[in-house]
């Protein structure tokens, strides 16, 4: 008889976003006495660049066409050269060389975070952040790198916490070091960037003792202060601990159409192997690449109508974020992040729990926010909001929460 991956079992059934919809049906089944607005989705909402539509339409049209179709991609790592050499010029543009083969573009980061696991043996010890995108936690309980679930935690990982202490970035931990460190920045969902000084302790920490970073940069291009880094790369000495995610997701509202893309250095080794060559032959044996379509939708990303286009759907989240930020701070509440990502972090009053917060505003202003403990234990006092929603209903949602409070 087929046995059963076991630890599936012990996962405890993905309690954040169900939950949070059984609340708000059963609100909604009551009849709402104003309109919902969602606040708690981390997905876009404005459409592709008019670029990046010509692109897709022009491909899908060399692809009906004889001399033009394409098969499989045979060109290196399942990707394009104009799509990886364009990934590259624009790390170039930041100061950062990296190699084009050392570009392997996927259809999301979030399969990226999750197969990477592959290439590492099940016995590393892995520390997360806490709060944390669940999931690069999920990914390693179902490899069998996190242990036990006890309700609250996994007893295999190590929780770095993120608080207002701290600047929400953390410090190294005590003891045994980690050998998979987790960093999103800026983060989901705390919405706070690490600094070029913060980034840099970590990966002098990794160096030292052999761990590896797996930096998550999705949010990039919603940084707007200077001095925080783009790039994990932009760090000296990143080229020998780290591996980034990228993602055009949020970057170019590409949620709906997938592409991503992770940089492993050459010059990454750990346990006499080139984690390069492994995440390679990796990729060669799971997976056949991204649409030629699609590959060519990320490439006009980088031309320069894509960059103007891209930026102004940036903007528009970075300015709802900022309506959050000043009306929310005015309304008494202490918020944080909001100004390099699209997240905002919002303390709970005085008191009161993140669930408890996330029904006042649901029942009271019909605002659907996040309860930040469903993403750890240090979540517990914060509600996340997302500047991703339509700009009148951001603004009306601010109002809304200002007269309850
Ligand atoms: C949205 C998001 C991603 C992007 O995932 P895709 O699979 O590329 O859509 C990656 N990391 C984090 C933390 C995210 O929130």
Known sequence: MARINRNFLKLPGGYLFPEIGRRVRAFSAQGTPMPLIRLGIGDVTQPLAPAVVDAMVGAAKEMGVKETFRGYCEETCCAYDFL??????????????????????????????GSIGDIFSVDNVVAVCDPVYPVYVDTNAMAGRAGDHDGERWDGLIYLPCTAQNGFFP??????????IYICSPNNPTGTAASKEQLKVWVDYANASGSVILFDSAYEAFISEPGIPHSIFEVEGAETCAIEFRSFSKSAGFTGTRCAYTVIPKALERD?????????RRQGTKFNGVSYVVQRAAEAVFTPEGKAQTRAAIDYYRNNAKVIREGLTTAGLTVYGGVN?????VRTPEGVSSWDFFDLLLKKACVVTTPGAGFGPSGEGYVRVTAFGDADDTKRAVQRIASVL
Request: net charge negative; aromatic share 12%; proline share 6%.
């Open 84 to 113: 990886r050499f364009a990934i590259r010029d624009s790390y170039r543009e930041r100061g950062v060389e990296i190699a084009d083969d050392e570009i392997f573009v996927s259809d999301g980061a979030k399969s990226d975070c």
């Open 272 to 280: 006499g192997a080139c984690l390069n060559a492994l995440w390679n």
């Open 341 to 345: 990502a699209p997240y905002l972090w």
């Open 171 to 180: 410090s190294l931990p005590e003891g045994r070091a980690p050998d998979l």
